[in-house]
């Protein structure tokens, strides 16, 4: 089992930066990718960014250019800057882990997740 709580949501202005936290627990030596995911009211979830063991990433288009995730392997968490905040990028947001064991089988680890607002 692994165990993910999110942090670092609030309210920002328009054009500023936040900063989340995911701490994972349990058995996260199994976990091979990691990402962040975002619901805004009335939407579908959707895929903002994710990054694998060895660290490669994948940011959504949306994202793209303003938010990077990183991962702090000894602190088993992984981070999701975001800049240059938009009101569209009002959401609440998830981290998850979706790949693990060796053969990266499919896996579905879901955190409580953080609301994000941008005030215009």
């Known amino acids: 089992q692994v165990q993910l709580v999110e942090s670092g949501g609030g309210l920002v202005q328009a054009g500023g930066s936040l900063r989340l936290s995911c701490a994972a627990s349990g058995s996260i030596s199994s976990i091979k990718r990691m990402g962040w995911y975002r619901q805004a009211p009335g939407k579908q979830r959707e895929l903002v960014a994710t990054?694998?063991?060895?660290?490669?990433?994948n940011v959504a288009a949306p994202a793209k250019g303003r938010f990077t995730i990183s991962r702090d392997n000894r602190k088993n968490t992984v981070y999701l800057q975001m800049n240059s905040l938009k009101p569209d990028d009002t959401a609440v947001y998830y981290c998850?882990?979706?790949?693990?064991?060796?053969?990266?089988?499919?896996?579905?680890?879901w955190g409580q997740g953080t609301q994000v607002t941008v005030s215009s």
């Open positions: 998850n882990a979706d790949r693990c064991g060796s053969d990266w089988y499919p896996c579905d680890y």
């Open positions: 990054i694998t063991s060895g660290g490669m990433t």
